[in-house]
């Protein structure tokens, strides 16, 4: 059976909120330790910092199978989310994206014996969605069902806000 999961709008007019923010800048600082752990493994040696960013956001972050199609004006993002519950879903929508944000831990109380292993760690999902059209924020729904995140965004009548291309430079006239 779906459960629902809360969607938080955020209207592209406004800033977005401080908290979002700040749990954007936790997951860098993460990521950021995570990364120099693995560079201090390899011993400091310089020309890596690539390498260990992107195995610092692997060994961090999960990076779930998905699948955006759109049908009826409406677009239908489904995200493997095995091993989370509804609570532990956050879903942003924005006027041309979709971030889907989950966190879960496994802790084994201190009167719990006999555990020989356990291979259960803190999982973190992070994902944004960008959309190849402007969403409705405020109809935008998500259900979670054996284990598969379901976002359904209905598209706006809105045009999407078009950027204007830079004036080309104009060339130096030929030396004669």
């Known amino acids: ?42 011993g400091g040696v310089d020309g890596f910092a690539v390498d260990d960013w992107l195995n610092a ?38 006027p041309e994206a979709l971030i889907v944000k989950a966190s879960a831990s496994h802790n084994h109380e201190k009167k719990e014996e006999n555990v ?15 959309l190849p059209h402007r969403i409705a924020i405020d109809n935008v729904t998500a259900s979670l069902d054996n284990g598969i995140l379901e976002l359904l965004a209905p598209k706006t009548t809105e045009e999407p806000v078009k950027v204007q291309p830079m004036p080309a430079k104009a060339k130096a006239p030929a030396a004669a």
Do not use: N, W
């Open 116 to 130: 020989h292993f356990c291979e259960f760690d803190e999982k973190t999902l992070y994902r944004r969605f960008d």
């Open 57 to 94: 956001e692997q060994d961090l972050l999960l990076r779930p199978q998905s699948e955006l199609v759109e049908k009826d004006g409406t677009f239908k993002l489904r995200i493997s989310a095995t091993g989370f519950g509804p609570g532990d879903v956050k879903v942003i929508a924005q």
């Open 1 to 42: 059976m779906a459960q629902q999961v809360a969607v938080e709008r955020i209207d592209g007019k406004k800033a977005a909120p401080e908290s979002f923010v700040d749990e954007i800048q936790a997951l860098s600082d993460r990521i950021r330790r995570r990364a120099f752990d693995l560079f201090e493994r390899r």
